[in-house]
């Protein structure tokens, strides 16, 4: 397995430039399922779970050419029903998206029981009342869930009692070219929603409330083609935002919408951290003591729970005891046990992780244990000095695009060790 070895103790100045939204082009790529016609989508990560999705599509039959390496060419009119390649829908999390496209499309979808970080119980039961709600049956197994409907599925209202993301995109999905309109209740404001709501739209579909916790769908016969750019990624760009607070470094952070990075943003100038925004870029610096905070999680516009492992880095820094409290998914804190290899002095209590801040971290062997995790174990090393060498680091590749480069280039000492088996 490859591993990343990490010399700390270095303040990093420079500027990043911000890749695509992972979870913004994941829903999209499995849209174009939906479109029937040929897609070109552009500012795609280059990061494995995108190479997984495209994969996935092409094994169901869709022609995928790579462009360069963010843009790519996507024909869905060869794609056909029940193609869905199980073993690799297995492994990832957003594979459940062929659910909401091939039902649109096809009228039915089976796909494997969805994979991803492990973040505690995630079910898909908003997903499936929704589906319900639109007429289809749905069948779960312990392998699979199976949908489908004899006739058109038919417009409804929905009411999401959880604002899930993945719920949100997959109805969207399903009820693009459903006969009347739908309306999601309490949908996901997340900007992926957003995004996926922005593609369809430019491929003809007519929605409107995206961004909002009401969404309304009014089915279209077809879509056809088109160009998309995909938005850039808050969670990248708030996961470099914490590197230059935590190696009292300066950076400027290129192609990001300030809008989306705006509770990261706040919590970070509550510990005294600078940060200005431009039109399309942040530039955060450190200036002096960090102050102990209180964070919570929430859904958009609340602050990420993608953030919460990078951020209790920063915690751990700071002066004083700080506050962390996960309220999206049931178990985040399983990183908090390779911190403590590193001197974090955490303890977790349920939903909640008391953080004392401590001088300094210093340098250990440790783990990914998730995507978001791994993220935080780099920012760790980056701050501690000595060297650090972290494992299981396919997690960091499923979701952030050449990170050893994006550091070495300001400053960081980071170096990828490459598994020789
Ligand atoms: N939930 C339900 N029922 C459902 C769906 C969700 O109870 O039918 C609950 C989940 O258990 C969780 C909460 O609702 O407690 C939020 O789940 P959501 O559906 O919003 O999350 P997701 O679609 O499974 C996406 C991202 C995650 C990100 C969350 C929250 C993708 C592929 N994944 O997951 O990203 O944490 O939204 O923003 O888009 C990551 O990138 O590291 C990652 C884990």
Not at 233 to 251: P, S
Not at 273 to 290: C, K, M, P, Q, S
Not at 298 to 324: H, I, R
């Amino acid at each position: 397995m490859d591993k990343l070895c990490i010399s700390g103790g270095k303040p990093l100045h420079g500027s990043i430039n911000i890749g695509g939204m992972k979870n913004a082009a994941l829903p999209i790529i499995f849209a174009t399922i939906l479109v029937n016609d040929v897609c070109v989508l552009e500012n795609l990560p280059d990061v494995s779970d995108i190479a997984a999705a495209l994969e996935i599509v092409k094994r169901m039959g869709a022609k995928v050419e790579k462009i360069d390496n963010t843009t790519y060419r996507i024909d869905t009119r060869s794609v056909h029903s029940n193609s869905v390649p199980l073993d690799l829908a297995r492994v990832m999390r957003g594979s459940y998206y062929v659910l909401g496209a091939e039902l649109g499309r096809f009228g039915r979808s089976y796909t494997a029981i969805p994979g991803g970080c492990n973040l505690g119980a995630r079910p898909i039961d908003q997903h499936i009342k929704g589906f319900e709600a639109l007429g289809a049956k749905v069948k779960c197994t312990a392998d699979g869930v199976s949908c489908y409907t004899d006739g058109d599925l038919e417009g409804t209202s929905i009411y999401l009692d959880v604002a899930s993301v993945g719920a949100t995109c997959n109805i969207m999905m399903a009820a693009v070219m459903a006969k009347g309109m739908t309306v999601i209740d309490n949908a996901a404001r997340e900007p992926h929603i957003v995004g996926l709501a922005n593609f369809l739209i430019s491929c003809g579909a007519n929605i409107s409330g995206a961004g909002t916790e009401v969404i309304k769908i009014r089915g279209v016969d077809m879509l056809y083609g088109g160009t998309y750019a995909i938005i850039p990624d808050m969670i990248e760009a708030g996961t470099y935002m914490i590197a230059a607070a935590a190696t009292k470094g300066d950076l400027v952070i290129n192609n990001v919408i300030p809008r989306h990075l705006e509770a990261v943003t706040a919590k970070l100038q509550e510990m005294g951290v600078t940060v200005e925004e431009g039109d399309d870029n942040v530039r955060v610096a450190y200036n002096g003591i960090l102050k102990k905070c209180r964070v919570k999680t929430d859904f958009y516009p609340g602050f990420p729970t993608d953030m919460n492992s990078q951020f209790c880095v920063l915690l751990c820094l700071a002066e004083g005891q700080s506050k962390l409290t996960e309220s999206v998914m049931d178990s985040r804190f399983k990183y908090t046990d390779e911190l403590a290899r590193m001197g974090a002095r955490i303890t977790v209590q349920g939903r909640d992780a008391y953080v004392d801040g401590v001088p300094a971290l210093r340098a250990a062997n440790v783990r990914a244990v998730d995507l978001r995790a791994g993220a935080a174990m780099v920012l760790a090393a980056l701050a501690a000095d000595g060297k650090t060498v972290i494992e299981d680091i396919h997690h960091i590749q499923r979701g952030y695009e050449d990170m050893v480069g994006k550091l070495r280039a300001v400053g960081a000492d980071i170096r990828l060790i490459k598994d020789e088996q």
